[in-house]
């Protein structure tokens, strides 16, 4: 021990013998220490209660009261100090004696300095060594705690989750999961864990999702901005879950297992079957009488009978109009519904030639873009292009519904634009118009179902909302996207990404 460390350490001499007390003193002070010095058992005793030291360098022979007799009371009312005995009168049974009381070393008189400085060096080291000990076992203790605490405090979190969570090893052994997962899996809430995952589930979705997180690691999602890996399966008790796995990794990224967390769905999914029932029953019940209406109208207003007044033709006019629309409605409705209900882009897919539905959308709407003053331009590469796989009604209404909006959502005159050309692996049609164009807080907003954008400029136009949820909710359903580009007052272009059909 430096002579910096040895500064704090106080140090008691009791000594009959003014020389020793004093030489003591001189020596062990130029070590560093604080020394306090006694004449006897008793002042020594009383010095302690005062002032305890560290070390007591204490002699057998004193007058009155004797070292043995002060070293038992020192050990009992001052255990933690470290007796050094001295004595010029030391004997085998003696040494022993006081080592059985507790003291620390043993040294003879007479003394070197040198023989003093190695004796309580050795007692200073002990002191250092003692006090790290306790310093190591006070943050131990300490760290035991805090690691208690949030432990309680994770378990308990984990256990008053609304979703269900369970965490496996990468042998795929269950080591937790909480009362909302028993609950989902129809389990006992006090199911101990400890099993294979196939025990609690035995969806083997369920078992490959989180084998799989387990295996990937980072790859599973994790670092790289994706969502992590997902199945939605049911139980046997007809619960609807979505599941989602999230690997475990330690130091180096190693995997130690794998979390999913399960969310129970089914009112979603309940929900979402009732509002297609819904559409479904509302539109076919609509379109028959929407129908005979529009059959009547059509009737009236032909040559076969006889004309109406003339003061109410332009009402049976608008009625027309108006029926027209609330069908057109119905239709998007029953595509909407078809769509979402798994069917739709991918229900009967062939092969299909786009630049022919591109055609058939340019002459099918040549029509109503002429009478408009407007020229509808169809532009396709020389070469062809390479074959999609998809429904050909589903797409050649993607087409239909974005060419008809630029021909709406455009003034008289003008020019609406398809085009469409191979890039990479992908097929791109681009649907251009000059028209009011889109505000840009408002692109956001128009694939949302019954969207309209309203402003002065498009308030006469009618239409039900649906064209483009309908055009998105085919594109991807065929793997592709849909984006826009608009700008106001300037027109606006819809370019569709499809993907080539693998050869």
């Known amino acids: 021990m430096s002579q910096s460390e040895a500064t704090s350490v106080p140090v008691l001499v009791i000594d009959d013998e003014r020389d020793l007390r004093d030489g003591c003193e001189r020596f062990l002070r130029r070590l560093g220490c604080a020394v306090a010095k006694a004449p006897d058992g008793a002042a020594g005793l009383a010095a302690m209660e005062q002032s305890p030291a560290d070390i007591v360098l204490l002699d057998l022979k004193m007058p009155g009261m004797d070292g043995l007799e002060v070293l038992k009371r020192l050990r009992q009312f001052h255990p933690q100090a470290l007796v050094i005995v001295i004595t010029g009168y030391a004997t ?28 309580v060096g050795r007692a200073m080291d002990r002191l250092r060594l003692t006090r790290e000990k306790e310093r190591l076992e006070q943050e131990r203790l300490q760290t035991l705690h805090d690691l208690a605490g949030e432990q309680s405090r994770l378990r308990t979190v984990i256990r008053a989750l609304p979703m269900g969570v369970l965490v496996t090893q990468p042998d795929g052994r269950v080591v937790l999961h909480n009362p909302s997962f028993c609950q989902m899996a129809g389990l006992d809430p006090d199911s101990p864990p400890g099993r294979e995952l196939s025990h609690y ?9 989180a084998q799989g997180a387990s295996q990937n690691g980072r790859a599973a999602g994790q670092g790289n901005g994706e969502e992590p890996p997902a199945v ?5 008790q007809g619960r609807t879950l979505l599941a989602q796995a999230t690997p475990v990794l330690g130091d180096g990224g190693a ?30 019940e609509l379109r028959s009488p929407l129908s005979t209406i529009l059959l009547q109208l059509t009737l009236l207003l032909g040559e076969d009978g006889a004309a109406p007044p003339q003061g109410h033709r332009h009402l049976l006019v608008r009625a027309r109009e108006r029926t027209q629309g609330l069908i057109s409605f ?9 769509l979402e209900n798994g069917g739709g882009a991918a229900a009967q897919p062939v092969e299909v030639s786009l630049e022919k539905v591109l055609a058939s959308v340019s002459e099918a709407l040549g029509d109503q873009a002429r009478s408009r003053g407007m020229e509808l331009r169809l532009e396709l590469p020389a070469e ?23 021909i709406n959502y455009s ?13 990479g692996d992908s097929l791109k049609v681009a649907v251009s118009d000059q028209g009011f164009g889109i505000e840009p807080e408002k692109l956001g907003l128009i694939f949302d179902k019954f969207y309209r954008v309203k402003n002065e400029k498009t308030r006469y136009v009618t239409g039900t909302g649906l064209g483009l ?33 693998p050869t």
């Open 92 to 119: 085998v049974e003696t040494a022993i004696e006081a080592m059985k009381l507790g003291a620390y070393d043993f040294l003879p008189k007479p003394f070197q300095p040198d023989h003093l400085r190695l004796t």
């Open 384 to 406: 062809p292009l390479p074959p999609l796989r998809a429904d050909p009604v589903g797409l050649e209404s993607v087409f239909t519904n974005l060419a008809a909006n630029a």
């Open 255 to 284: 995997s130690l297992g794998a979390v999913l967390v399960f969310i129970d769905v089914t009112p979603y999914r309940m929900l979402d079957q009732l509002r297609q029932e819904f559409v479904a029953k509302v539109s076919h």
């Open 411 to 423: 003034s008289d005159g003008g020019q609406v634009t398809l085009k469409a050309w191979s890039e």
């Open 201 to 209: 589930l035995s969806e083997p979705q369920v078992g490959a999702l």
């Open 469 to 501: 949820p309908i055009v998105k909710n085919v594109v991807e359903n065929l793997g592709g996207a849909v984006a826009v580009d608009s700008e106001l007052g300037k027109g606006s272009t819809f370019t569709v990404t499809l993907p080539v059909t």
């Open 232 to 236: 939605e399966f049911t139980t046997k």
């Open 330 to 338: 119905v239709r998007d409705l029953l595509d909407l519904s078809r």
